[in-house]
């Protein structure tokens, strides 16, 4: 089956820095999405892109699929930005399969 | 989006007994589904809920154990049968909805076996 690779798995910011989380798939998708699970356990959609570029106010994201990797960007990161995020890819029938996720703390 | 509830938001059951989520969604949806977060951990999905059909069961699980019902296209239950320890997890319904299939999840329910 498909794999879901995520890096780094865990990331520690200080309020403003940017930083790049990378998603890796080990074959082709035909749909791709990002989450941002908050503290709460509430999963956020912030992106669907299974190809190009999108953004969003602070964020943005880049999906490569020919070469299987999307790369999410957090711009001058708030202690809001803190959570889990995940990378998730449909295996068919919008049935997704998750990446491990990149846990995120951003200090004030 | 759709807006998805689910209830109970939380529960702590004795081990040996059964727990039932439902999970209402504000509009028809054709696709919803339900996932397993285990502790520190990702999420697998458990089934696809089919209405007026039985539901697709991913590997790993099975009807006896997770018993789901889809009466309607904006309701679905998730019963959790015969609980452990190794249940304790959190539960979340989701839907595609949105002009690019975009999925939506539930507020999820935290279960504590003990």
């Known amino acids: 089956g498909i794999q879901v690779e995520q890096s780094p798995p865990d990331l520690i910011l200080q309020e403003g820095a940017n930083s790049t989380l990378r998603c890796n798939f080990s074959d082709s998708v035909n749909n791709l999405q990002w989450f941002h699970q908050n503290p709460w356990g509430q999963l956020i959609n912030l992106f669907y892109i299974p190809s190009g570029t999108k953004q969003n106010g602070r964020l943005s994201a880049t999906t490569v699929a020919t070469e299987r990797y999307s790369l999410l960007y957090i711009s001058s990161s708030q202690t809001t930005d803190s959570g889990v995020y995940f990378c998730?890819?449909?295996?068919?029938?919008?049935?997704?399969?998750f990446g491990a996720g990149t846990r995120l703390a951003v200090h004030p | 989006s759709a807006v998805i509830s689910q209830k109970p938001s939380r529960d702590i059951c004795q081990r040996g007994t059964s727990l039932t989520i439902q999970c209402q969604v504000d509009s028809q949806v054709t696709m919803m589904f339900w996932y397993r977060q285990q502790p520190g951990q990702s999420l697998t999905l458990i089934a696809t809920?089919?209405?007026?059909?039985?539901?697709?069961?991913e590997s790993g699980f099975v009807i006896d154990k997770f018993p789901i019902s889809r009466p309607n296209l904006t309701f679905s239950t998730l019963t959790v049968s015969n609980m452990s320890p190794e249940d304790s997890s959190i539960y979340l319904c989701?839907?595609?909805?949105?002009?690019?299939?975009?999925?939506?999840f539930g507020p999820g329910t935290r279960l504590t076996v003990t």
């Open positions: 989701s839907v595609v909805g949105g002009p690019s299939y975009e999925q939506y």
């Open positions: 809920a089919n209405q007026g059909s039985e539901a697709t069961y």
């Open positions: 998730a890819v449909e295996r068919g029938y919008n049935k997704l399969i």
